[in-house]
């Protein structure tokens, strides 16, 4: 028997015998997978095998009916005309209806547990406890996050993912890089990841999983997945995180082609600290290259976007370390200053459980940049979700946020 899991019906866990239909065992165990036809003729049942992809059967000329290769790439497949022979997760849009206040609010409580949905439920429920007080220890609540997720992410399949670590790309020893891809790419997006860390501190491998499950995550999905370090302060003070991002870019154009990728479709994305690099980067004069920042699009993932050092920002001594003793720069100093710059595509994202801040500020880059083009950016807030495990829950099995990204790659507007 195999394992099929119902991930849109609170995760559902039913089992069924090799090579069934995938639309007939939702229909016998309720699975919930919508559909009408049931002959692949109406597209209603259209669904993700989030999970155990290579368990399915091949694609069927009726599917492409429905379909586009970027679906099937994504993981998408028709339930009706879908066989499975392995363990599956399966998951879909479900159909909006009119519910009572207290029905959606419940709802929406099993989507922010689901939020770590890929924790086993001791970890899952440590998780869902810290966030509210998250910022009361926020080094403590960073090492159980980083506790939880390395192990799982130990886990996950990588078969056919190849890593080129350690590449040089500037003189420091901290210009280093790591190269995450399948074989046979061609023209791929390019997913640049820089690392958090207050600027005084982090890596790009935190763990022996994490920051590599994020680049990771994007080879899995047809990208070339770069993971980048860069110098620290006070060694590299302001715009020196900048100047590294730039230095990164300028390797990828050059050489992101031996690895499959297009140095014309390269997406920014920094986290915390490393979001103010990539946001300075490509909108602060002071560290803009002159010709442009050559980026398809920008992604801010609770970033510091605005330099503070204020008594409740635990976080005031990499500011000052970074930014100078000076505090009447900072405000020339903040990419949130020059958002209205920006002049490629733009997606914010933010935990419900920030540090302090930090999703204020993200909320103002995106309040700027917005003003500047008469309609707000792509943006999300992910439930549940903490400063850390927005990104240490990457390529876990648990992807919302990974869903909208590739969307963005795939159309950044
Ligand atoms: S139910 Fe109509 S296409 Fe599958």
């Keep these: 028997m195999i394992k099929v899991t119902f991930v849109t019906n609170n995760c559902k866990v039913v089992f069924a015998p090799e090579n069934s239909n995938l639309l007939r065992v939702s229909l016998r165990e309720k699975g919930g997978i919508?559909?009408?036809?049931g002959a692949g003729l109406c597209g209603t049942c259209k669904c993700r095998i989030e999970q155990g992809l290579e368990h399915t059967d091949a694609i069927k000329e009726k599917e492409r009916k429905h379909l586009s290769d970027d679906d099937f790439a994504n993981g998408y497949r028709m339930a009706c005309q879908t066989f499975i022979r392995g363990d599956v997760s399966i998951s879909w849009?479900?159909?909006p209806a009119a519910k009572p206040a207290m029905a959606v609010a419940k709802e929406c409580s099993a989507a922010i547990e689901g939020a770590f949905s890929a924790l086993p439920e001791e970890l899952r429920r440590n998780m869902l406890e810290i966030g509210p007080v998250w910022a009361e220890d926020i080094v403590g609540h960073r090492e159980m996050v980083i506790d939880a997720y390395t192990p799982v992410l130990a886990n996950v399949p990588r078969e056919g993912i190849e890593v080129t670590r350690e590449l040089?790309?500037?003189?420091?020893?901290?210009?280093?890089?790591d190269v995450y891809r399948q074989a046979a790419l061609d023209q791929a997006a390019v997913v640049l990841f820089v690392h958090g860390g207050?600027?005084?501190?982090?890596v790009k491998d935190t763990s022996a999983e994490i920051y590599g499950n994020f680049a990771r995550y994007f080879a899995?999905?047809?990208?070339?997945?770069v993971n980048m370090e860069y110098r620290l302060a006070p060694e590299a003070a302001y715009p020196g995180g900048a100047e590294d991002v730039a230095r990164a870019i300028a390797w990828i154009k050059e050489n992101v082609w031996e690895f499959g990728g297009n140095p014309d479709r390269v997406i920014l994305v920094g986290h915390?600290?490393?979001a103010s690099h990539a946001a300075a980067y490509v909108c602060d004069p002071a560290a803009r290259p002159a010709e442009g920042?050559?980026?398809?699009?920008?992604?801010?993932?609770?970033?510091?976007l605005r330099a503070d050092a204020r008594a409740d920002n635990p976080n005031a001594h990499g500011v000052r370390a970074y930014y100078g003793a000076d505090e009447s720069l900072y405000e020339v100093r903040s990419p949130v200053t020059h958002a209205e710059r920006l002049d490629v595509p733009l997606f914010v994202a933010v935990a419900e459980y920030e540090n302090p801040y930090l999703d204020a500020y993200s909320?103002?880059?995106l309040h700027r940049v917005g003003m500047a083009r008469k309609r707000l950016p792509r943006f999300v807030q992910l439930r549940g979700h903490n400063h850390t495990s927005i990104v240490a829950h990457f390529d876990s099995g648990e992807d919302l946020l990974g869903r909208e990204l590739l969307d963005f790659i795939a159309h950044p507007a």
């Design 34 to 37: 919508p559909y009408k036809c």
């Design 363 to 365: 909320a103002e880059f």
């Design 168 to 177: 040089p790309y500037g003189p420091h020893p901290r210009h280093r890089l």
């Design 93 to 95: 849009v479900p159909k």
């Design 293 to 304: 920042p050559g980026v398809a699009g920008l992604v801010l993932m609770s970033g510091r």
């Design 220 to 225: 899995r999905h047809g990208c070339v997945g």
């Design 198 to 202: 207050a600027f005084v501190r982090g």
């Design 272 to 274: 915390s600290a490393g």
